[in-house]
C-alpha cells in the first residue's frame, strides 16, 4: 500500500510558475507509476501528466510545453513543475499511484491523495 501527500499549492497570478510535490511512503515507491490529476469546480477529473517507474512520461494536450513531471525515488517524491500558469489551470491537484502505467490511466488509479488547491489569478 502507498499513502501519498501532495503539497505545493497556493494561490499565483497568470504567467507564474508553482512545483507541486508528491510524498509518497512505502518501499516500494519506485515501482509505482504515478500521476497527477486535477478537478476543477463543476468539471471532471482529468489527468494532467504521469510518469512510469521507468521515467516514461504522458503530458495531457492541454500542459504540454508547461509542465514538467519527474520522479526522485530517493526521497519517494514525484513533482510536477506547472509553469506559465492559466486561470483554466485552476482546481484541486491530486496524486496518485498505480502498479500500471498506459492505456487506462485517465480513468484512475489505485491510491490517491487528499489533494492541493492551486488557484490562477487573470
Known amino acids: 500500500q502507498v499513502q501519498l501527500v501532495e503539497s505545493g499549492g497556493g494561490l499565483v497570478q497568470a504567467g507564474d510558475s508553482l512545483r507541486l510535490s508528491c510524498a509518497a511512503s512505502?518501499?516500494?515507491?519506485?515501482?509505482?507509476?504515478i500521476g497527477w490529476y486535477r478537478q476543477a469546480p463543476g468539471k471532471q477529473r482529468e489527468l494532467v501528466a504521469a510518469?512510469?517507474?521507468?521515467?516514461?512520461?504522458y503530458y495531457a494536450d492541454s500542459v504540454k510545453g508547461r509542465f514538467t513531471i519527474s520522479r526522485d525515488n530517493a526521497k519517494n517524491t514525484v513533482y510536477l513543475q506547472m509553469n506559465s500558469l492559466k486561470p483554466e489551470d485552476t482546481a484541486v491537484y491530486y496524486c496518485?499511484?498505480?502498479?500500471?502505467?498506459?492505456?487506462?490511466?485517465?480513468?484512475?488509479?489505485?491510491?490517491w491523495g487528499k489533494g492541493t488547491l492551486v488557484t490562477v489569478s487573470s
Open positions: 496518485a499511484a498505480d502498479s500500471h502505467y498506459g492505456p487506462g490511466m485517465e480513468e484512475g488509479m489505485d491510491y
Open positions: 512505502g518501499r516500494t515507491f519506485s515501482s509505482y507509476a
Open positions: 510518469i512510469s517507474s521507468g521515467g516514461n512520461t
